[in-house]
């Protein structure tokens, strides 16, 4: 309580960087400190995840043309034409959402 009594303070580059976590490890209303994660799951920031979806297309268009160069991997083909397409729509449908 006293904290919010206090005028407000700059945070050092330390201070920012952890958050107070409430525990209940004693019975009381004890707090420790972790470090935080600005960007923790599974989004990553615009530029990878572009790169990383353009990265996974180009793989998929190359292991394509090896696919229909070399006969007996046609399979290879096919696979490639799925993941593209597949890729493709996972990147649209992402940046879609990523918008609204």
Known sequence: MDRLADPPQRLTAAERRTEAVPTRAHGGDTHRERPRRPNSGFALEGGAAVGLIIGL??????????????KSLFWLAIVGIVLFIATGVFGAVRRRSTLH
């Open 57 to 70: 297309l180009v793989l998929w268009l190359i292991l394509t043309v090896v696919g229909f160069v070399i």
